[in-house]
């Protein structure tokens, strides 16, 4: 399978991204998670092992994320994970990505708004992958992380 990722690397350098690391799926897919030179933004690129990989900007998973101009803060905007991609641990992969670049650039706070929820059911997988990292999440969806009020990755 290395040849296989060592491709999907040099076609995210291609087009002008830097790999920030790289892991293996409990299904046993590879994970590359990447960003853009200027954004703060983490995309993951899913290599399978047939060889088959999804593409940026078509189905690549996305956490869209900036940085507070004005704090030392990181703004996360929305996470995309779509169809059969959830529920299979590539979103707590990307947060731990996210989480571990907070902590090496000393952010003191992440913020957001976690989205709407189409079921209670889906509204409390919501609650619980937030939680599960430390957020807090208010009366109104909005959700903070501090780094020292959470002290593992999952």
């Known amino acids: 399978m290395l040849p296989l990722i060592n491709m999907q690397i040099n076609l995210i350098q291609e087009d002008g991204c830097r790999v920030m690391n790289i ?9 590359i998670l990447y960003t853009t030179s200027q954004g703060c933004d983490i995309f993951a690129r899913i290599v399978y092992p047939s060889g088959v990989a999804t593409r ?17 803060a990181y703004k996360l905007l929305y996470i995309r994970i779509l169809g059969d991609k959830m529920n299979c641990g590539y979103g707590t992969l ?9 902590k090496q650039n000393k952010i003191d706070y992440i913020e957001g708004h ?27 969806r909005q959700i903070l992380w501090r780094p020292e009020e959470y002290c593992h990755f999952y």
């Open 94 to 102: 990307m947060m731990n990505q996210l989480l571990a670049r907070a």
């Open 23 to 31: 892991e293996r799926t409990r299904e046993g897919n590879a994970l």
């Open 56 to 72: 940026r900007y078509l189905n690549d998973l996305a956490m869209f994320v900036q940085k507070k101009p004005h704090d030392n």
């Open 114 to 140: 976690m989205q709407d929820a189409t079921s209670q059911e889906h509204d409390a997988r919501l609650r619980h992958f937030y939680t599960k990292f430390g957020f807090t999440i208010d009366a109104d």
